[in-house]
T-cell receptor, first 112, second 115 residues
Framework: AQSVTQLGSHVSVSEGALVLLRCNYS??????LFWYVQYPNQGLQLLLK??????LVKGINGFEAEFKKSETSFHLTKPSAHMSDAAEYFCAVNQAGTALIFGKGTTLSVSS | DSGVTQTPKHLITATGQRVTLRCSPRSGDLSVYWYQQSLDQGLQFLIQYYNGEERAKGNILERFSAQQFPDLHSELNLSSLELGDSALYFC??????????????FGPGTRLLVL
């Protein structure tokens, strides 16, 4: 069965610092991977997705993620954090065209 | 705005009661998914419908049921409610789930509180 593991339930950075949110997947076949963001009291918004077209995926709001098969990872990065990036971030894998299987989420805090 | 609408936004009810959550997918999307988000279980898939037919089931309790109507809107029915059913319930939609790479667009959710 497919699954994802997000390392670190809470990450704190200073404004302007690098953001790195970690996600490792477990899949017996090449997966489709997603990063979603959830702002307080809102639904989930897609940041980016990997569909095997390119290993480096660029998303919205300056975020990007790199698919590394050898490390079974799909870490999310942003060169310079902004206060508005404070939110909860979820990594997810699609299971056979049906359900998204989500990680437990990482809360990103950004301090000034 | 994802284009997925959910009503009501908030729902407060008592144990043993029954409630219905409603979802309208994005225009053109045929597939609807229901997810439950709780502090202890995280985000969990409940059920998926595609063009009116049940496509997949996840960790959905027998007390819960869903359907998708001809106009493609969907309803999630929760009965014999327990305190542990308190959670945020999300609906998501996609055009065609085949293959798994399609984006699922999420609604704002319905926050259910069972007292």
């Amino acid at each position: 069965a497919q699954s994802v593991t997000q390392l670190g339930s809470h990450v704190s950075v200073s404004e302007g610092a690098l953001v790195l949110l970690r996600c490792n997947y477990s899949s017996s076949v090449p997966p489709y991977l997603f990063w979603y963001v959830q702002y307080p009291n809102q639904g989930l918004q897609l940041l980016l997705k990997y569909t095997s077209a390119a290993t480096l995926v660029k998303g919205i709001n300056g975020f990007e993620a790199e698919f590394k098969k050898s490390e079974t990872s799909f870490h999310l990065t942003k060169p310079s954090a902004h206060m508005s990036d404070a939110a909860e971030y979820f990594c997810a894998v699609n299971q056979a065209g049906t359900a998204l299987i989500f990680g437990k989420g990482t809360t990103l805090s950004v301090s000034s | 705005d994802s284009g997925v609408t959910q009503t009501p936004k908030h729902l407060i009810t008592a144990t043993g009661q029954r409630v219905t959550l409603r979802c309208s997918p994005r225009s053109g999307d045929l597939s609807v998914y229901w997810y439950q988000q709780s502090l202890d279980q995280g985000l969990q898939f409940l059920i998926q419908y595609y063009n009116g037919e049940e496509r997949a089931k996840g960790n959905i309790l027998e007390r819960f049921s869903a359907q998708q109507f001809p106009d493609l809107h969907s309803e999630l029915n929760l009965s014999s409610l327990e305190l542990g059913d308190s959670a945020l319930y999300f609906c998501a939609s996609s055009v065609d789930p085949a293959g798994g790479q399609e984006t699922q667009y999420f609604g704002p959710g319905t926050r259910l509180l069972v007292l």
